[in-house]
């Protein structure tokens, strides 16, 4: 396992998701976790240096957006670069940026990039098929069928968990989800039906 990670995303919801994960993979409970903005580098520092009080691992999670997407700049940056040079190994350190882009100049960056993984969180396809996969796993969907409901619930994670929810509950004895119940129990994005709208008005199709 690796002591560095930096996620970054502007889906709070993914980047949450995402944050779990990281807990679950690194079994850290939430006792052991902590939180810090990234302006806070002496107490992050003492926090990473110091023998955890409920577990021999803690996870400190700072919040790092205003330094690595924002361009604010920090005292003492250079004490938590340094650290990278003497780590405590049952720290785990999570820089989160709530961004899209990251200023990959930083030393900050490239010292995590070679000492941990950097992870750039987005709502690609891909990602809400696995998603949706993940979260279905006792039950069966086709794939067509798991892109027929995201094409009605968007990208959003909140409102795809929300409908999923709908889904496994309405089907909770045969645990068998079908084109119609999809139909049946999601509401079709606003988004997707302006789309279809002003589709169908530029090909003069009657609405």
Known sequence: MKNFYLLYGDDKAILNKEINDLK??????????????????NNIVDEALTIGMFSSNKLIIIDSTS?????????????????????????????????????????????????????????????????????????????????????????????INNELDKLKLYKLDDKVITKDDIELLTQENMDNSVYDLVNSLLKNDSV
């Open 67 to 159: 330094y690595l997407s924002e361009k604010k700049e920090v005292s003492n940056i250079s004490c938590l670069e340094d650290y990278f040079n003497n780590y405590n190994s049952n720290s785990y350190l999570l820089f989160i940026s709530n961004s899209s882009s990251i200023d990959s100049r930083k030393k900050l960056v490239k010292l995590i990039s070679g000492k941990g993984e950097i992870k750039k969180i987005e709502a690609t396809s891909d990602y809400l098929i696995h998603y949706v996969k993940d979260l279905l796993d006792d039950y069966e969907i086709s794939g067509i069928n798991i892109s027929y409901f995201l094409s009605r619930c968007g990208t959003n994670i909140n409102n």
């Open 24 to 41: 679950k993979k690194i079994s850290i409970n939430d006792d052991a976790v902590i939180y810090y903005d990234i302006i806070d580098v």
